[in-house]
């Protein structure tokens, strides 16, 4: 289906030492992308990177601006110049009430699945418009549409994801650079460990094909994303939520 499409693509994955993360980066390496797995776990990110054909692990702290930069210039020294971006890295925070929320908690999850978002879109973006080709890919959740209760925080930040690819998309519409989001229901990944069982069992509740999604099926949806047969979406947000989404 993609040719030689990936050939030579140079890749960055965000929280791609684990998860979706690593999923993606598996098909997109496998593909023949030169693959930068930035990870604020450098160890995991290292060993993941090993298993991936010209892999790179790159530690990093979404969160930091400067942190952010010199991963760019570290990928870019080792690989060349970016042409993908998908921004992987998240983590749910604790399933409380919003008056039971602390902000200290709350702050967190903004700053990594916003904020985090914000600064690695921000910083591959220019180079991407300025060589006339680019795809980015925001993991944002089914959850920023419909709002999961106890789940505050993640359900705005993902909202958020929502609202900066589409605002980035219609930026960068003439520059040959694609923005686009994935909106999984949930997947069973590591991020569990972070949720109460009663919060799991609500989401899986609310799925109509009454399972959850697989890392496989999230790396299929964004390796398209990010490929040249993707060349008339930008901006959008695409469902994968067996189902359960309904606008």
């Not at 903004?110 to 921000?122: K, S």
């Not at 106890?150 to 909202?159: G, L, R, V």
């Amino acid at each position: 289906m993609y040719g030689d499409g990936f050939k030579d693509k140079v890749a960055v994955i965000t929280g791609g030492a684990r998860g979706i993360g690593l999923a993606c980066a598996v098909n997109l390496a496998r593909l023949g992308a030169k693959v930068a797995l930035w990870d604020r776990d450098s160890d995991k990110a290292t060993e993941s990177a090993a298993t991936l054909p010209g892999a790179v692990a790159v530690a990093v702290d979404v969160t930091s601006e400067a942190s952010v930069a010199g991963a760019l210039l570290k990928t870019e020294r080792r690989l060349g110049p970016v042409d993908i971006l998908v921004a992987s890295a998240g983590i749910t925070g604790p399933n409380k009430t919003v008056v039971d929320y602390g902000f200290d908690e709350w702050r967190q999850v903004i700053d990594i699945n916003l904020n985090g978002v914000f600064l690695t879109n921000r910083v591959v973006a220019a180079g991407m418009s300025a060589r006339g080709w680019g795809r980015i890919v925001n993991i944002a959740s089914i959850a920023g549409k419909e709002g999961n209760p106890n789940a505050s925080a993640y359900s705005a930040s993902k909202a958020g994801v929502i609202g900066l690819t589409k605002s980035l998309g219609k930026e960068l519409a003439n520059t040959g650079v694609l923005v686009n989001c994935v909106c999984p229901a949930a997947i069973k990944t590591g991020m569990f460990e972070q949720m109460t069982e009663q919060h799991i069992a609500f989401m899986l509740s609310k799925i109509p094909m009454g399972r959850f999604a697989t890392v496989e099926e999230a790396a299929a949806m964004v390796t398209w994303l990010c490929s040249d047969q993707c060349s008339f979406n930008t901006g959008a947000v695409f469902d994968l939520s067996g189902g359960r989404a309904t606008y």
